[in-house]
């Protein structure tokens, strides 16, 4: 088993930061397996989808229809709507395994894997990869 954690500087922007290159990178020359992601965050996620085609932007508003960040949540500490934060890995869990065939991520042709982190109280963020040879 090989680990590394890696740090994501999300700022005090909502949004989804892109973490294939760092993926690809750890796994490369690896042969096959699995690579595990790991989020130990309350309020973020992983996501598996395509970005840089508007799709990012269509994934926030969802969340925003179905998570309103406003005063309806009992979980109320931080910055206002922070109680939707917390619900954020119902939709988004904090972990994700990706097959690894060759030391290549067997991903599919516009799959990315990206951290979402809607929490803007938070601007440092950890993920954990592992891999497991097969």
């Excluded at 909502?14 to 965050?41: I, K, N, Q, S």
């Excluded at 932007?57 to 500490?77: G, N, Q, Y």
């Excluded at 619900?87 to 060759?102: F, H, Q, R």
């Excluded at 809607?118 to 440092?124: P, S």
Aim: glycine fraction near 12%; include cysteine.
């Amino acid at each position: 088993m090989k680990t590394a954690e890696l740090t994501v500087r999300t700022g005090s922007r909502r949004g989804l930061f892109d973490l294939t290159a760092e993926c690809e990178r750890f796994v490369a020359g690896e042969g096959d397996g699995l690579l595990h992601v790991f989020v130990p965050h309350a309020t973020a996620g992983l996501v598996l989808m395509e970005l840089g085609a508007g799709s990012e932007e269509d994934l926030l508003a969802s969340l925003d229809r179905m998570l309103p960040r406003d005063d309806r949540w009992v979980h109320r500490h931080g910055s206002a709507g922070h109680g939707a934060d917390h619900v954020v890995p119902l939709l988004a869990p904090p972990y994700a395994t990706i097959p690894v065939v060759g030391g290549r991520l067997a991903l599919g042709v516009w799959q990315s894997i990206a951290l979402l982190d809607t929490n803007v109280d938070n601007g440092t963020r950890t993920v954990r990869l592992t891999f497991v040879a097969g």
